[in-house]
């Protein structure tokens, strides 16, 4: 054997070894599947909903019962001053899904609940339409107060275009999943991830441990306690109630099991909805202060 042949040996002999030593990792880091996304057309359904005129004159009541609870001096429902807008494009929404909870293979981090349009009020407050796919068509089913869902979609979409922001409601945080990492876009998020983020491995260990005996069918269910629970679910700490302002649970564009998430039912709440035409399905989010 040449000087040059048992240098080549030698190099193609590490070569494998090296590779073969990978072959573990890279299987670890296959690619994480992405949530189903809202055909075009149903995007475009779902902007005409938020965007049809008895949509409009429901925000405009909606604006006008916020102003009134806020002791503000709003202008009558109906008026050129009090005429709200859509603004902005129709984003989906996506939430942590109980399939990856479970720990199914495959299951993405998080499914389509919704989409949402931001709505501007004259006065410059804001508040968020969701639309959902019910009966065959896409309809309107919550107004909920600020524009989380579409300032969240922006800002992920600028530090990622081809990521994916998702809500995790059990904690109301929001996050940016791009690859194998789980970036925190909120307070909340950063509480649960750290400010750098975590892997998706380590976060689906995190969430299985704080909901995997909550989900649909689990004897907490069956006890009637899934309406919602508080902060410390997220951190494994205790599960007492969580304060009726949290975000609500009526709102989906996919039907099956759901996660526990906190609901707004105060009496207070459903008085709004009333006064405001709206159906019992929907739900009056209220933003907490700090945020």
Known sequence: MT???AVRAVITGAL???LLGLAPHAALAAPVPAPQAPARDGVAAARAAATDPATLDTLARFFAAEGKRGGAAAAAPGTASAAPRIEGGTVPVYALSPDFVRGRAAAPVARLEFLASKAVAADGR????WTAHRGGSWKVVNIASG???TRYAAAGAARDASGTVFHEPQIDAW?????????PLDADARKAVGAHGTTVDAYRKRVAKAYGDKLPGSAYDKRGEAGGYGPGAGTGGGTGPAPAARKPAEASAVTGDRLPVTAATTVAAAAALLALGLSATTALRRRRSGR
């Not at 804001?126 to 339409?129: D, G, I, K, L, R």
């Not at 996050?175 to 789980?182: E, P, S, T, V």
């Open 3 to 5: 000087e040059r042949t």
């Open 16 to 18: 494998a070894t090296v």
């Open 126 to 129: 804001t508040a968020s339409v």
């Open 147 to 149: 524009d989380d869902e």
């Open 175 to 183: 996050y940016l999943q791009r690859g194998d990492r789980i970036e």
